[in-house]
């Protein structure tokens, strides 16, 4: 390096090469943050909870919870309507 460029870069002047890079990883930064709102939004919309380390679950995952919480509202009205049941007959032998 020539002492001419010393003295510009001790101004402050970036030279070409270290320019590009920079820009280069300004721009990576800037398609990173994009993409990671994105998938933020995305997981919001479709109930997906978020956790420290990204997105939990996938869309399979969500569908299997939905159906076990379907059959686990099923069996609880049938166990309620299995006690009434019982409830019922014994108030009929109690008349």
């Given at each position: 390096m020539k002492r001419r460029d010393q003295r510009?870069?001790?101004?402050?002047?970036?030279?070409?090469?270290?320019?590009?890079?920079?820009?280069?990883?300004?721009?990576?930064?800037?398609?990173?943050?994009?993409?990671?709102?994105?998938?933020?939004?995305?997981?919001?919309k479709k109930g997906i909870r978020r956790t420290e380390n990204g997105i939990k679950g996938s869309k399979k995952e969500l569908r299997g919870t939905k159906n076990e919480e379907e059959s686990r509202r099923r069996k609880r009205t049938e166990e309620g309507i299995k006690k009434t049941e019982r409830e019922n007959k014994k108030n009929e032998r109690g008349n």
């Open positions: 510009k870069l001790s101004k402050g002047r970036i030279k070409g090469n270290e320019k590009g890079r920079i820009k280069k990883n300004e721009k990576e930064n800037k398609k990173r943050k994009s993409r990671e709102t994105k998938m933020e939004n995305k997981g919001t």
